[in-house]
């Protein structure tokens, strides 16, 4: 998978600035690296559902590494309206999100979390 792909759409879709870029290039080649293990076709890395897919786990995975005395907490007020999104809203949204753009992405993966046992009584 291509993770510089990957990382403009961070950039692009989600935000983040280059040196925040630059430090989740580790958690960003593992995403893709597991993203690429997963795939039916080696031809489907470049497709934008899988790329969006890892996108947006990475996203998942990088608010979660946030400290927690960090708030991240946003407020926007425009006139009697004010809207406020603080880290679990922030991380609500991103799961959110993941989980759409994965089962988006889900015909070109395998599913691996399944398991079946045979019942005996």
């Known amino acids: ?12 879709s989600f935000g983040y600035d280059l040196a925040a870029l630059n430090a989740a290039r580790g958690l960003v080649a593992g995403v893709c690296a597991a993203f690429a293990c997963r795939l039916r076709k080696p031809s489907f890395a470049d497709r934008d559902a899988v790329l969006d897919a890892a996108a947006a786990v990475c996203h998942y995975r990088l608010l979660l590494q946030r400290p927690t005395g960090e708030q991240g907490v ?9 809207v406020q999104m603080d880290r679990a809203a922030a991380l609500e949204e991103a799961a959110r999100l993941r989980d759409e753009a994965t089962l988006a992405a889900a015909p070109y993966l395998r599913d691996d979390d ?8």
Not at 114 to 121: D, E, G, P
Request: hydrophobic fraction near 55%; charge should be positive.
């Open 114 to 121: 399944f398991l079946f046992a045979q019942v005996t009584s």
């Open 1 to 12: 998978m291509n993770a510089v792909e990957v990382l403009r759409r961070l950039q692009v």
């Open 74 to 82: 946003t407020v926007f007020k425009a006139g009697d309206v004010t």
